[in-house]
Nanobody, 123 residues
Framework: QVQLVESGGGLAQAGGSLRLSCAAS????????MGWFRQAPGKEREFVAVIKRSGASTYYTDSVKGRFTISRDNAKNTVYLQMNSLKPEDTAIYYC????????????????WGQGTQVTVSS
């Protein structure tokens, strides 16, 4: 099994940037599709970005396209989410997740989850 630990969250002003990291242990992430999801207060957890095992393909929810970038460093066993031009509506707990199956944008595909990191964007 793989264990995932997110870091890098915090408070940012609108228009600012944050970089989230997801450090994996237990197994190499090269065998997993990886994703970032988020959950705002009172809302369901939603897909943000996913990246396939090779890193060659990435997918983003429409609201973050052009602002967020997902990447992975299999050698460091880490996945990143660079978040630029942050908006107050990006405020949420951000979760890293791993799938042993097909890399999709669907939450139930993902077998392993981190504990989450809070991102708060002030206006």
């Amino acid at each position: 099994q793989v264990q995932l630990v997110e870091s890098g969250g915090g408070l940012a002003q609108a228009g600012g940037s944050l970089r989230l990291s997801c450090a994996a242990s237990g197994r190499t992430i090269s065998t997993y599709g990886m994703g970032w999801f988020r959950q705002a207060p009172g809302k369901e957890r939603e897909f943000v970005a996913v990246i396939k095992r090779s890193g060659a393909s990435t997918y983003y929810t429409d609201s973050v396209k052009g602002r967020f970038t997902i990447s992975r460093d299999n050698a460091k066993n880490t996945v990143y989410l660079q978040m630029n031009s942050l908006k107050p509506e990006d405020t949420a707990i951000y979760y890293c997740a791993a799938t042993t199956g097909v890399t999709t944008t669907t939450l139930r595909t993902y077998n392993y989850w981190g504990q989450g990191t809070q991102v708060t964007v002030s206006s």
